[in-house]
């Protein structure tokens, strides 16, 4: 089974700070990776799919990057609201079989 | 709009089983697998599976082969997932997601979630 392994596990970075989590594929996964957001006591949100398509309405300070290993979600400038738990996910299809990263929990310093 | 409607919350003794069911509406439901997801407390998010709403087909994740269960009903357009043998690290949040499109199987859509607490 391929693993996910995302960094870091925690982070706090200041209102207006870049900041950027990564994700490991254990084997390669083309672009078949997508990103969640989890706000405390919520339902996660689906953020990007194809590594780097933003699903609709989701703020153009969210980007996604990466192919193959290794993928990155960059928030180009944290507020606020983006406090939450984000998680990676490698899909496919033809069964499909998903599988999440651990999770990295974002915090204003 | 879209729409994934799930039971309510369950308590459970060790060994039994659950069933939960999530109800569609706002599309076709024939046209969109539906993955589970479950998420024990203050843990992350672990993919239990996917079905196919089209023809039942289905993909469990190997950790629970043969104890999960996700089928169907296109009559009343309800997914549903049953649980057996629970254990205590059972308890968990449950949650179900239909595909964001008719062939991209990531988690578009999400239920309310269900609580279901395992507890002798």
């Known amino acids: 089974d391929i693993q996910m392994t995302q960094s870091p596990s925690s982070l706090s970075a200041s209102v207006g700070d870049r900041v950027t989590i990564t994700c490991r594929a254990s084997?390669?996964?083309?672009?078949?990776l997508a990103w969640y957001q989890q706000k405390p006591g919520k339902v996660p949100k689906l953020l990007i799919y194809?590594?780097?398509t933003l699903q609709s309405g989701v703020p153009s300070r969210f980007s996604g990057s990466g192919s193959g290993t290794d993928f990155t979600l960059t928030i180009s400038s944290l507020q606020p609201e983006d406090v939450a738990t984000y998680y990676c996910?490698?899909?496919?299809?033809?069964?499909?079989?998903?599988?999440f990263g651990g999770g990295t929990k974002v915090e204003i310093k | 709009q879209v729409q994934l409607v799930q039971s309510g919350a369950e308590v459970k003794k060790p060994g039994a089983s659950v069933k939960v069911s999530c109800k569609a509406s706002?599309?076709?439901?024939?046209?969109?697998?539906i993955s589970w997801v479950r998420q024990a407390p203050g843990q992350g998010l672990e993919w239990m599976g996917w079905i196919s709403a089209y023809n039942g087909n289905t993909n469990y994740a190997q950790k629970l082969q043969g104890r999960v269960t996700m089928t169907t009903d296109t009559s009343t357009s309800t997914a549903y997932m049953e649980l057996r043998s629970l254990r205590s690290d059972d308890t968990a949040v449950y949650y179900c997601a239909r595909d964001w499109t008719t062939v991209t199987s990531v988690c578009g859509y999400w239920g309310q979630g269900t609580l279901v607490t395992v507890s002798s």
């Open positions: 084997q390669g996964i083309s672009n078949y």
């Open positions: 996910q490698k899909y496919n299809s033809a069964p499909p079989g998903l599988t």
């Open positions: 194809a590594a780097s």
């Open positions: 706002g599309y076709t439901f024939t046209s969109y697998g």
